[in-house]
Nanobody
Framework: QVQLVESGGGLVQAGGSLRLSCAASGGTFSSYAMGWFRQAPGKERAFVAAISWRGGNTAYADSVKGRFSISRDNAKNTVYLQMNSLKPEDMAVYYC????????????????????WGQGTQVTVSS
C-alpha cells in the first residue's frame, strides 16, 4: 500500500509561482509512474501532468504546457509540480497519484489508470 502526502499549496497572486510536493511511502517509489490532477469547485477532476518512473518522459495538459513542470526525485520518494505564471483558472485542489507499472517510460494520463491517490492540497490564485 502506497501513501501519498501532498504539500506546498497556498494562496498566490496571479502571475506568481508555487511548487507542490508529493511524498510517497510504503512502496517502491521508483516503480511508480506519478501524476498530478486537479479539481476545481463544481468541475470534474482533470489531468495536469505525469512523469514516468524513469523520469525521462513527461506529459502535460494543454492548459498548463509551458507554465508547469513535473519532476521527481526517486532518492527522496518525492514528485514535484512547479507551477509558474499562475492564473485564476488554475485554482483547484491538486491531487498526487501513483501507478505501479512495469513500463519505465509510461506516462498515464487518465484517472482510471492510477492506483493510489493523496488527499489533495488547495491552490488559490487571486486576481
Amino acid at each position: 500500500q502506497v501513501q501519498l502526502v501532498e504539500s506546498g499549496g497556498g494562496l498566490v497572486q496571479a502571475g506568481g509561482s508555487l511548487r507542490l510536493s508529493c511524498a510517497a511511502s510504503g512502496g517502491t517509489f521508483s516503480s511508480y509512474a506519478m501524476g498530478w490532477f486537479r479539481q476545481a469547485p463544481g468541475k470534474e477532476r482533470a489531468f495536469v501532468a505525469a512523469i514516468s518512473w524513469r523520469g525521462g518522459n513527461t506529459a502535460y495538459a494543454d492548459s498548463v504546457k509551458g507554465r508547469f513542470s513535473i519532476s521527481r526525485d526517486n532518492a527522496k520518494n518525492t514528485v514535484y509540480l512547479q507551477m509558474n505564471s499562475l492564473k485564476p483558472e488554475d485554482m483547484a485542489v491538486y491531487y498526487c497519484a501513483a501507478k505501479r507499472t512495469a513500463l519505465p517510460w509510461g506516462i498515464p494520463t487518465m484517472m482510471i489508470e492510477y492506483d493510489y491517490w493523496g488527499q489533495g492540497t488547495q491552490v488559490t490564485v487571486s486576481s
